[in-house]
Each structure stands twice: as structure tokens, then as C-alpha cells.
């Protein structure tokens, strides 16, 4: 019960933090000073041709109306006309009639690309299976070999081990993500792509030359490292710090006191509890990378949300950038509550109340 409660408390918390995030950034949006029906169209369209697309995607209405609409249409819980043609478009189920309207229960709808007509949701549907693919390589990578060199730093603390880990830690966070792909691209994906095989550019999913898709998982290397070296350096500084700070306290003194073996006092009492900082980390970072490595997508024109972001970005397609960043919003508040009860799991110390 105290469990469902909890979740309850966070789910609602969630829907406040995405209703805060629509509200701010369609506002910023709508504001800024770029006709998206110009840019739909070219310069050289006419006049009407402009107004009347502006009607037709509701852009000639004041700012508020704009934002209640695409509300409404987000919310999976709304109120809509109650007709065939608004059924037919939402697809939704009528809860309770309203007059002319009806408060229905339907999938989110985030309308249709400016550019293209296509579905936001088919063009996320595409885009985002790639960035999860590329994410969870990443930080499978970065928690491997970021927790590994974290013990052995804190277990050989001020021997070259620990320096060595110290200082690459610290080398490969200052540099930025967008760094390391252009020297890994240039290095393995064109100087030595005569020995490694690899490409300067690439995405996991390609079209062989009969026009089918195939699966290109070698393309997958380079991103993944140029993704990884970040998160290493902060899992391999928060995983020392944390295990230094454990390996002193005194029921660590104990179990060694009573005769247990090195290793099962660093695996059965230090890591488990130095785990929470690592685990808040790692969550951060693999959202960070599911909402879109946006300059590492196309230093490798890696055809993942960040690429269809950006792409949208510049052409002001406003219905694929906001669902972009309501994808975004959402993996950040699902993660958020999911580190919340892996905590519980992991420190008994921590409580749901």
C-alpha cells in the first residue's frame, strides 16, 4: 500500500514536471519571430496560400489558445468534439458526452510534421529505437569499465592504479562529446579505416543497394566510445569517491576485524552501499543520452533523435521538436522514479516514507 501511494505521489509529480515542460517551451516557440508556413512553403508563395495554412494549424490564434489546444491533445485524458471527423483523427474512447463535446480517453497525439505530413509519432517511432540502441551501449560501456576502475582506484588508493584512474577520469570529462567523436571519426573512421573496417559516418540501420534495410552494427563502435568517455570519467570518480568514503566507516573495520576476506568485504558490504551515488549518476547519464546525443548523432549522421531534432530545429517543424522534448521530459521523470525504488533495493537504510 505505502508502496502504491509512493507511486502514485511520483506519477503525479511526473505529470506536473511535463505539463510545466509544454508550457515553457511551446511558449518559447510560438514567440519566437519565424513563420513556420514561410518556411513550409518558400519565400515565394502568396499571401493567401500563407494565411490559409496558418488557419489550417492554428497558428493565427492568440498564444494561450494555441497551448490549450496542444494540451488537450497531448493529455491522454481530454475533452474533444464529438463528431466522427475528431474521432476518426484521435481515435479516441467516449467516457461521458458533453454537449457537443465528449471527455475521451485516447493515445497522445502529437499532430503532424510541417514539413513532411507525416505523424510525429511515426517519425519519433523510427528515429528513437536507434538512440536506445546507441544509449545502452554507451552506458553499458561507461558502467563496466567506469565501476571497475572506481574499486580498483579506491582498493589501491595512491598507487599508480589509483593516479592513472585519476587522472584519465579527469581527461576524458573535460573533453567534450562532440571532440571525441571528430578525433575517433577522423582517426578509426578514415586514417586507419583501411585496418579497422569502420566508417566516418553511419547509421546502425542502412539500405544495401536492392533499397531493404539491414542492420550495420560495426557503425555502432565509434558513437558508442566518442558517447562513453564522459560517463567513464564521472562513474570511475563518484564509484572511488563513494568506496573510500565506505572502506572507512566502522562496520567495514568490523568485518575485517572478524577474519572475512578482502573480496568479500569490498562485494558483500562496501560496493553494495556505495552504490547510490553511482546509480544517480548512471541514471542521469543514460536520460541524458536516451533524450538524444544531438552533436555525436551528427558528427556520425547517426539517424537517431538527435539528428530528427536538430533537422526539425532548423526547419522550425514545431510539432516534431516539442515531441521531441515531451519524449525527453517523460524518459527523465520514468528514470527519475525508477532510481527512486532501486535505492530502496539497494541501501536499506533508505525508506519510501
Known amino acids: 500500500m505505502q508502496l502504491i501511494k509512493?507511486?502514485?505521489?511520483?506519477?503525479?509529480?511526473?505529470?506536473?514536471?511535463?505539463?510545466?515542460?509544454?508550457?515553457?517551451?511551446?511558449?518559447?516557440?510560438?514567440?519566437?519571430?519565424?513563420?513556420p508556413t514561410q518556411l513550409t512553403f518558400g519565400q515565394r508563395a502568396d499571401a493567401e496560400t500563407i494565411d490559409?495554412?496558418?488557419?489550417e494549424l492554428g497558428l493565427d490564434q492568440p498564444l494561450y489558445v494555441q497551448l490549450g489546444l496542444y494540451i488537450a491533445d497531448v493529455m491522454p485524458l481530454s475533452i474533444h468534439a464529438n463528431t466522427k471527423k475528431a474521432?476518426?483523427?484521435?481515435?479516441?474512447?467516449?467516457?461521458?458526452p458533453l454537449g457537443n463535446k465528449a471527455l475521451v480517453l485516447k493515445k497522445p497525439y502529437l499532430r503532424e510534421s510541417y514539413q513532411t505530413g507525416r505523424l510525429v509519432t511515426s517519425i519519433l517511432a523510427e528515429a528513437i529505437p536507434?538512440?536506445?540502441?546507441?544509449?545502452?551501449?554507451?552506458?553499458?560501456?561507461?558502467?563496466?569499465?567506469?565501476?571497475?576502475?572506481?574499486?580498483?582506484?579506491?582498493?589501491?588508493?595512491?598507487?599508480?592504479?589509483?593516479?592513472?584512474?585519476?587522472?584519465?577520469?579527469?581527461?576524458?570529462?573535460?573533453?567534450?562529446?562532440?571532440?571525441?567523436?571528430?578525433?575517433?571519426?577522423?582517426?578509426?573512421?578514415?586514417?586507419?579505416?583501411?585496418?579497422?573496417?569502420?566508417?566516418?559516418?553511419?547509421?546502425?540501420?542502412?539500405?544495401?543497394d536492392f533499397g531493404d534495410e539491414q542492420y550495420v552494427w560495426k557503425n555502432l563502435i565509434l558513437p558508442t566510445i566518442a558517447l562513453g568517455i564522459r560517463p567513464i570519467a564521472i562513474i570511475t570518480q563518484l564509484t572511488r569517491s563513494a568506496m573510500l568514503d565506505v572502506l572507512a566507516q566502522d562496520y567495514v573495520r568490523t568485518a575485517k576485524a572478524k577474519g572475512l576476506s578482502p573480496t568479500k568485504v569490498i562485494i558483500r558490504h562496501a560496493?553494495?552501499?556505495?552504490?547510490?551515488?553511482?546509480?544517480?549518476?548512471?541514471?542521469?547519464?543514460?536520460?541524458?543520452?536516451?533524450?538524444?546525443?544531438?552533436f555525436v548523432e551528427n558528427v556520425f549522421s547517426f539517424k537517431g533523435l538527435g539528428d530528427v531534432t536538430v533537422t526539425a530545429l532548423l526547419n522550425f517543424d514545431i510539432p516534431v521538436v516539442l515531441g521531441a522534448?515531451?519524449?525527453t521530459?517523460?524518459?527523465?521523470?520514468?528514470?527519475?522514479?525508477?532510481?527512486?525504488?532501486?535505492?530502496?533495493?539497494?541501501?536499506?537504510?533508505?525508506r519510501l516514507e
Open 52 to 55: 490559409q495554412k496558418r488557419e
Open 87 to 96: 474521432q476518426a483523427k484521435y481515435s479516441y474512447i467516449k467516457l461521458l
Open 325 to 327: 522534448v515531451l519524449f
Open 329 to 350: 521530459a517523460c524518459v527523465f521523470v520514468v528514470i527519475n522514479v525508477l532510481v527512486d525504488l532501486v535505492y530502496v533495493l539497494l541501501d536499506p537504510r533508505v
Open 130 to 208: 536507434k538512440t536506445i540502441i546507441l544509449a545502452f551501449c554507451a552506458i553499458l560501456l561507461a558502467t563496466i569499465i567506469g565501476i571497475f576502475l572506481g574499486v580498483i582506484a579506491a582498493v589501491k588508493q595512491n598507487s599508480w592504479l589509483d593516479n592513472s584512474a585519476v587522472v584519465g577520469s579527469v581527461l576524458g570529462y573535460s573533453l567534450p562529446s562532440y571532440v571525441t567523436a571528430i578525433v575517433l571519426a577522423l582517426v578509426f573512421g578514415y586514417l586507419l579505416a583501411d585496418y579497422t573496417g569502420l566508417q566516418i559516418k553511419g547509421s546502425i540501420i542502412e539500405l544495401d
Open 271 to 294: 560496493f553494495r552501499n556505495a552504490l547510490n551515488p553511482v546509480v544517480t549518476a548512471i541514471s542521469g547519464w543514460f536520460a541524458a543520452l536516451l533524450a538524444g546525443a544531438f
Open 6 to 35: 509512493y507511486l502514485l505521489q511520483r506519477i503525479l509529480s511526473g505529470f506536473a514536471v511535463l505539463f510545466a515542460v509544454i508550457l515553457i517551451i511551446t511558449s518559447i516557440i510560438y514567440l519566437a519571430p519565424v513563420d
